[in-house]
């Protein structure tokens, strides 16, 4: 080895980051952008610049023209650097981004930077299920001195990930040697890979969250999410969602999925709130929802109650199913 690189290897060991050398993150945001979710964590760095960090997680994938599984497990995909607002539908175009990830701030901290980056990828993995959940973790350097710099330091800071030396797209891959979830086996047919509805937030409070979204019919849906505190269980989120306003209901919100050739698509809404709510409130380990049959409708609540296990299980791969005198279904989901 040569005196240089010797002299190079050496200041990489010294200056580690560590836990305590990361900045502390003034936001952290969540959204389900129907093909992954995606976290932004900002942080003002030491000249009080406005940064961020952004972590894509892409779920398990399958090859369109093969039907063979691509991709096994989920991929976290990392940027970081300059914050920017971004456009009103979530993208920025190439521009923007060339000049926000390569941009040099002089701020003489990168040690701080990457032990903020590494704190919100590991803070992303326990969002997701923890580590041996991720199949792999993927970056662009801007160029090949900073590729050399990470590369080292993922392969140190996050041992059980190897890199691929064949990835190709553009994206350094490595791949973890412990990874344990399956391969994919998505729920049903095409039409269930289908995109969630738009959805938003329309009631915010500390215990009780309220999400509506339209489907292509003209039906608005309404998701309750509340928190309900159990001496066994701790916290636990309680479900509820239908139709608002349908003619034939005269009481409150029903468990009501319609008839009108949406069933996939809801189904993928709900499931895209209720892991959005779940990301951003961590602390939540339990799920549960009633699908008791209506009285004045001939409706099968055992078929209803595997439609909705079904959904869950394919969209939080830890979900499991335990016994509650208090619930009617109550799923454990970390």
Do not use: C, W
């Not at 023209?65 to 995909?77: A, E, L």
């Not at 709900?270 to 209506?294: C, G, H, M, Q």
């Amino acid at each position: 080895m040569k005196l240089r690189d010797l002299l190079e290897q050496l200041t990489l060991e010294l200056n580690m980051p560590k836990p305590e050398d990361a900045y502390d993150f003034d936001d952290i945001q969540v959204k389900d952008m129907g093909y992954g979710n995606y976290y932004k964590y900002t942080y003002e760095n030491n000249q009080g610049d406005m940064m961020e960090i952004t972590n894509l997680v892409q779920p398990p994938t399958v090859s369109s023209t093969t039907g063979k599984v691509s991709q096994p497990g989920k991929v976290i995909y990392i940027a970081f650097g300059l914050y920017e607002e971004e456009e009103e539908d979530g993208y920025r175009d190439e521009e923007s981004d060339e000049r926000k990830y390569k941009a040099m701030t002089g701020a003489g901290d990168t040690i701080k930077v990457l032990a903020t980056v590494v704190e919100a990828t590991k803070q992303t993995m326990e969002k997701e299920g923890g580590e041996d959940k991720i199949y792999g973790i993927a970056f662009a350097p801007s160029d090949n001195k900073r590729k050399n710099i990470y590369d080292y330091y993922l392969n140190t800071l996050f041992p059980n990930f190897k890199k691929d030396e064949k990835a190709s797209g553009g994206f350094a891959l490595f791949v973890n040697q412990d990874f344990k979830g399956k391969e994919v086996n998505e729920v049903g047919g095409e039409s269930e890979k289908m995109a969630p509805y738009r959805f938003k937030n329309v009631e915010d409070e500390e215990e009780f969250r309220t999400y509506l979204f339209k489907t292509d019919s003209g039906l608005d849906y309404q998701v309750d999410l509340e928190e309900i505190e159990d001496d066994e269980f701790g916290m636990v989120l309680n479900i509820n969602f239908g139709v608002v306003d349908e003619e034939e209901l005269t009481g409150p919100i029903q468990n009501l999925v319609t008839n009108k050739g949406e069933l996939y698509r809801v189904m993928n809404t709900i499931a895209a709130v209720i892991r959005e709510d779940l990301a951003i409130n961590s602390y939540i380990k339990y799920i549960t929802f009633n699908p008791a049959k209506r009285q004045d409708k001939d409706t099968d609540s055992n078929a209803r109650g595997k439609l909705y296990m079904k959904y869950i299980q394919g969209r939080l791969p830890n979900a499991k199913e335990v016994q509650s005198d208090r619930f009617p279904i109550l799923i454990k989901i970390k």
